[in-house]
T-cell receptor
């Protein structure tokens, strides 16, 4: 079967750095996405990795290791507005998106 | 990119009734998708809405319960039929560029928060 695993919840302090991990087992791989979802809102796109390595975009970076079936999202200089759920999704061999359950990130002052 | 307008944003419905959710996209798209997201869980694909043909349903979802219309390349509806409290969830429509030369991200409507009482 296809499976995406990520922690259910994480807590971090404003101004700090947090890393959210995602491991996956899918039939084929055509890229990995990270989305941010604030409570009561639709997911919004953060990043896309299809090759191994680190993609940096401002305060957010995303890393991929295809051989390990592993990715992480790194958030720096945390702000209160970063409190949200972060969803990992993998595009499989049919380009269908397989979604993780999301990691709820709580930011404390 | 695509801008998707989804409505209603929320509704409270009586069991046994039906609710139709609408999604309007600001550009023509080949494929539209309907997801369900139950509290604390991942997005689950209900079906793919194809223009000019019947929707393709995922395992566990059937047309009688979730009829879908796709009259043109910018619009789709999902109906949740004969509702029960177990149908309480967030329903999201999405457009995605699958395959081709570039695999781009999914764009979502605002979501419909459905509560069945």
């Amino acid at each position: 079967g296809q499976n995406i695993d990520q922690p259910t919840e994480m807590t971090a302090t404003e101004g700090a750095i947090v890393q959210i991990n995602c491991t996956y087992q899918t039939s084929g791989f055509n890229g990995l996405f990270w989305y941010q979802q604030h409570a009561g809102e639709a997911p919004t796109f953060l990043s896309y990795n299809v090759l191994d390595g680190l993609e940096e975009k401002g305060r957010f970076s995303s890393f991929l290791s295809r051989s390990k079936g592993y990715s992480y999202l790194l958030l720096k200089e945390l702000q209160m507005k970063d409190s949200a759920s972060y969803l990992c999704a993998v595009s499989d061999s049919n380009y269908q998106l397989i979604w993780g359950a999301g990691t709820k990130l709580i930011i404390k002052p | 990119s695509a801008v998707i307008s989804q409505k209603p944003s929320r509704d409270i419905c009586q069991r046994g009734t039906s609710l139709t959710i609408q999604c309007q996209v600001d550009s023509q798209v080949t494929m539209m998708f309907w997801y369900r997201q139950q509290p604390g869980q991942s997005l689950t694909l209900i079906a793919t809405a194809n223009q000019g043909s019947e929707a393709t349903y995922e395992s566990g979802f059937v047309i009688d319960k979730f009829p879908i219309s796709r009259p043109n390349l910018t619009f789709s509806t999902l109906t949740v039929s004969n509702m029960s409290p177990e149908d309480s969830s967030i329903y999201l429509c999405s457009v995605e560029d699958r395959g081709g030369q570039v695999n781009t991200e999914a764009f979502f409507g605002q979501g419909t928060r459905l509560t069945v009482v």
